[in-house]
């Protein structure tokens, strides 16, 4: 059906622009996010390592050093202290007779069960997939193996164990991404690894020696291509003394709105195996089929740009918060985007929380609230009732020097069904739509900026979105080359990467009918790259 639309108009020419890049500086390249984790030059995919120790943030990554596309991975490091602004450090772990070095984590061995350390100066242990591409190409399947490294001053640098490999394939061509924790209950260390379509858990005393304890996943959630990137995590439901374990999947295809995707499961973890939750399970029957593999799926990320994530280890329980950090593109296109020095970013960090709605379990994702520390001036507009196809000026422009923007929305739809947001420039457009009608929250980027290097990359994306009583609450962020929705409280999220071919100016919001604006704020953003 055909609606009657009605503008408002946001003449935000500055406030959403970013600057015209005159010097090929570093950090200030064409597309370079500003308050997005980039490697200074090359390739970057997944997170892999992330830990936290004595005030330090550590961030591992895939990086291939020496080309802005995939290939022999390493770790590359960097560290914050605020989640925000970051330290590139030397890479941390390179290839050698095993392999290249592919996805894993790392955690503080603080008993010393490894014998790496000493109980005064506990060691750093990562564990990682060791990749022989020889191996693969002469058509053995049993070319991923596990192994171990430690650091002793702090990640600055890293000594290989002698005895790699710690678990080797049990021929089986998928076999990696290991995630370890420490299972207070049993004593011992698991680790979730992905191996094919499922994911296995195994255990340690020691991180050296693992025995497999159980499996998970088989005709469970989607499984429109092969599993990677578990992270298993224990969380309390939100108000209440429950706990339960949740367990993070990613999947390449097969995400909801094609290619990565991660996908989120809730239940118990006996120290041997994952149980999926019988309300969860009831719940995940009941999911619209997103995947194209026609099998319900919980997605944690509806967009299609947040891919292979996992939460840090060993932050304090004083802070209590399960942190996530993800991989900001997709396998569709990743290794065609229009960057040249870097390739990839990483999304913001979030803060996962578990909450019981409805009799539903609900993984929702909150930005860390150090951004706010990047905010440098805010507009804010309230109570207009958006009830006539006349443009309003509602905000003055900000700053043209600021290279980021916060936008928040406070809508009462009253009897609106659709309403739209546009964000413009003289010659794209990038959409953000709520259709309250058929529940959900729609990403257009069909006519965002640059798009002719991929099929795939001009699409409209989907999601499901629950109004409740008609009011909904929208934080959105924008980079110079994403754009990251979190809507009803962070319950549903999207996030893509776009390509503007200019800044966009204006933000244009239309409806079919009325629709009351009870507050809108656009907040500057600085740049994390500045030097002070």
């Not at 710690?166 to 690894?193: E, I, Q, T, Y």
């Not at 969380?235 to 097969?254: A, Q, W």
Request: charged share 20%.
């Amino acid at each position: 059906m055909k609606r009657k639309l009605i503008a408002l108009c946001f003449s935000v020419s500055s406030i959403l622009a970013q600057d015209a890049i005159a010097k090929p500086e570093l950090y200030q390249e064409p597309y370079r996010p500003q308050f997005h984790f980039t490697p200074q030059q090359q390739w970057m995919n997944d997170p892999n390592g992330m830990v936290y120790l004595d005030g330090e943030y550590h961030l591992f990554y895939q990086y291939n050093p020496y080309a802005n596309v995939w290939g022999p991975m390493h770790w590359g490091h960097a560290i914050s202290k605020d989640l925000v602004h970051w330290q590139q450090q030397p890479v941390a772990l390179y290839p050698d007779k095993h392999g290249t070095i592919f996805s894993g984590s790392a955690v503080v061995d603080w008993h010393n069960t490894a014998g790496f350390g000493t109980k005064d100066n506990p060691a750093l242990v990562a564990i990682f997939t060791y990749h022989d591409h020889l191996q693969e190409n002469l058509g053995a399947t049993t070319y991923q193996s596990q192994g171990l490294a430690y650091s002793l001053d702090k990640g600055r640098t890293w000594i290989k164990y002698q005895g790699n490999p710690v678990l080797n394939s049990p021929d089986v061509k998928d076999f990696r991404d290991p995630k370890v924790m420490w299972h207070a209950d049993s004593a011992r260390w698991v680790m979730s690894l992905a191996v094919k379509n499922k994911i296995s858990f195994y255990s340690s005393t020691d991180l050296k020696n693992w025995q497999h304890t159980g499996d998970f996943g088989e005709g469970i959630g989607a499984h429109g291509g092969v599993w990677e990137c578990p992270d298993l995590i224990k969380m309390r439901v939100n108000g209440s003394d429950e706990e339960k374990y949740v367990l993070l999947v990613s999947i390449t295809p097969g995400g909801p709105n094609g290619g990565s995707a991660t996908q989120y499961f809730v239940g118990d973890f006996d120290g041997k195996t994952f149980t999926i939750d019988p309300a969860f399970n009831q719940q995940l029957s009941a999911a619209e089929v997103t995947s194209p593999s026609k099998q319900p799926a919980i997605w944690l990320d509806y967009g299609t740009d947040n891919y292979a994530g996992v939460t840090w280890s060993d932050v304090p329980k004083a802070d209590g918060r399960h942190l996530f950090i993800g991989w900001m593109s997709n396998w569709q296109y990743a290794i065609k985007v229009p960057t040249e020095r870097w390739r990839s970013a990483m999304t913001i960090v979030r803060e996962l929380q578990l909450e019981q709605l409805n009799g539903q379990y609900i993984i929702s994702s909150k930005p860390v609230d150090s951004l706010s520390t990047l905010i440098t001036e805010t507009h804010s507009v309230n109570n207009i009732t958006l009830a006539a196809a006349q443009p309003v000026d509602v905000v003055k422009l900000a700053k043209a020097s600021e290279l980021g923007q916060k936008v928040q929305l406070d809508l009462e739809l009253n009897q609106a069904s659709v309403v739209e947001l546009s964000f413009n420039n003289a010659k794209n457009n990038l959409k953000v739509i709520i259709d309250a009608a058929a529940g959900e929250l729609i990403l257009d980027r069909t006519a965002a900026g640059l798009a002719d290097f991929d099929v795939n990359f001009p699409s409209v994306q989907r999601a499901p979105l629950k109004i409740e009583k008609g009011v909904l609450h929208l934080e959105i962020f924008l980079d110079r080359a994403s754009i990251e929705i979190f809507a009803d409280k962070g319950r549903t999220v999207m996030t893509s990467i776009v390509f503007p071919e200019q800044p966009y100016t204006k933000l244009n919001i239309s409806a079919d009918n009325t629709v009351q604006l009870k507050q809108v704020t656009i907040s500057q953003l600085s740049s994390i790259w500045q030097k002070k």
